[in-house]
């Protein structure tokens, strides 16, 4: 009895330490996730909320630039987490084990963009992409391409926001990936040099594999991230031009404050929250699954 009472009192006592954690998950993320589920379907306006069922999500896939604001998200999405999973493995890979000093360079180069607020870096790429006096523009007509426009021309817009986010997060990646490829344990570099491996062999049948939970890891935040992605398009492109570059997160706020569609924007994030699932869930399970 006594030792029944002793395994009780110290499971409350667990219960004690995580419960500020759990009620803070359960008001700031959970509720917010029940609210805008219900949101989604009514109509709402300031004085009343009129249910509707389906009609936003109906409107939204009637509506053209939903639509595209989803085209565009899934691109990025794909081409942002594929470039910043493949570079991060490169570099990581090929300084991880070189002289300390080297490495640290490398390091704080890549990092220096993560630590910078996203706000200043797109501040400073608009100004950079100009087309009237940013140095970028400027460089390209001096090699004789003419004036251009890489933000207001629909076929280079998404690529250069892709490279334009893709340059402020790898760094996060690199640091994540050396700092899992150092826990490696060095008996098995020992033993592929004793077989006479080579450093391509290494690298693709011992690191990477190795680092495989970063890698999953990587790919479920930078899904998440991307699916976020907000400010870079606000200060960049507005979304232009012709809805080129809109992503689902720029829909949602443009229904959300500038068109008071809250139901509507409600619904934009179900599918978001919706779409994040369904990405992040197979590489869950791969991540738990035991080999």
């Not at 910078?116 to 391409?145: D, H, K, T």
């Not at 426009?149 to 986010?165: A, C, H, Q, R």
């Amino acid at each position: 009895m006594a030792r029944k009472n002793g395994v009780l009192k110290e499971n409350l006592t667990g219960y004690a330490f995580i419960a500020p954690q759990i009620i803070l998950f359960l008001i700031f993320m959970v509720y917010p996730i029940i609210e805008g589920i219900r949101l989604s379907l009514f109509k709402v306006s300031y004085r009343e909320e009129v249910f509707v069922g389906f009609e936003n999500y109906k409107q939204l896939f009637d509506n053209p630039v939903f639509v595209q604001s989803t085209i565009n998200t899934i691109i990025f999405v794909v081409a942002i987490v594929a470039l910043t999973v493949a570079f991060a493995l490169f570099v990581a890979s090929s300084i991880f084990d070189k002289n300390a000093k080297y490495v640290a360079l490398i390091r704080g180069s890549y990092y220096i963009p993560v630590m910078v607020s996203m706000v200043v870096m797109s501040m400073v790429w608009s100004f950079l992409l100009n087309p009237a006096n940013g140095l970028i523009s400027y460089v390209i007509r001096e090699l004789g391409g003419g004036n251009v426009n890489l933000l207001g021309n629909k076929s280079t817009v998404m690529p250069v926001i892709i490279f334009v986010t893709f340059a402020t997060n790898v760094g996060q990646a690199i640091i994540l990936y050396i700092a899992s490829m150092i826990g490696i344990p060095k008996d098995l570099f020992e033993a592929a040099e004793v077989d006479g491996a080579t450093r391509r062999q290494t690298i693709f049948r011992i690191l990477i594999p190795m680092v495989r939970p970063t890698t999953i890891y990587l790919i479920i935040l930078n899904i998440i991230n991307v699916l976020k992605i907000f400010v870079v398009i606000q200060l960049l492109t507005g979304g232009g031009p012709n809805n080129a570059s809109t992503t689902l997160m720029y829909f949602l706020y443009n229904n959300a404050f500038k068109y008071n569609q809250i139901g509507l924007a409600s619904a934009v994030g179900v599918i978001m929250l919706t779409i994040a699932l369904l990405l992040s869930i197979p590489q869950l399970k791969a991540m738990l699954k035991k080999d």
